[in-house]
């Protein structure tokens, strides 16, 4: 079956922004997975739900816009759309997530002193008692 011409365009803006989309949700995965401090394990199931949700996407995307034949201008929008996403936008987000996570980091570990500090004033207290 052969679409026509204004279908085709419609179905490569629509990949590109489903690519885009993938790589934020990628991304957001990512801040999820290094502020768990995630390990192997984690990081496979991690990528094993990214790949379904990018399966489901296409998926989606090939019943919407092609009655739902897989094009090659599908997986290449969505590759065009989440390298869009990776150098451009992305950069800056991740560059905000690692500054977000030093700061929570430096939050808790201050958070943590200072309950020591109280606890052992207490602990003092009560041994004086």
Do not use: P
């Not at 759309?81 to 030093?102: D, E, H, S």
């Not at 929570?104 to 958070?111: H, N, Y």
């Amino acid at each position: 079956m052969i679409a026509d011409l204004g279908k085709q365009l419609q179905g490569i803006g629509l990949s590109v922004f489903f690519g885009v989309f993938l790589g934020v949700v990628y991304d957001i995965l990512r801040l999820i997975r290094l502020a768990a401090g995630a390990g192997k394990g984690a990081t496979f199931f991690f990528d094993l739900f990214f790949c379904f949700l990018a399966a489901l996407a296409s998926f989606t995307l090939a019943l919407g816009t092609n009655y739902g034949f897989l094009r090659f201008y599908h997986l290449g929008g969505e590759t065009l759309g989440m390298l869009l996403w990776y150098f451009t936008l992305g950069k800056l987000f991740r560059v905000f997530c690692r500054a977000l996570l030093r700061g929570v980091k430096r939050l808790a570990d201050s958070l943590q002193k200072l309950l020591r500090r109280f606890s052992g004033r207490f602990a003092a207290e009560r041994r004086k008692e």
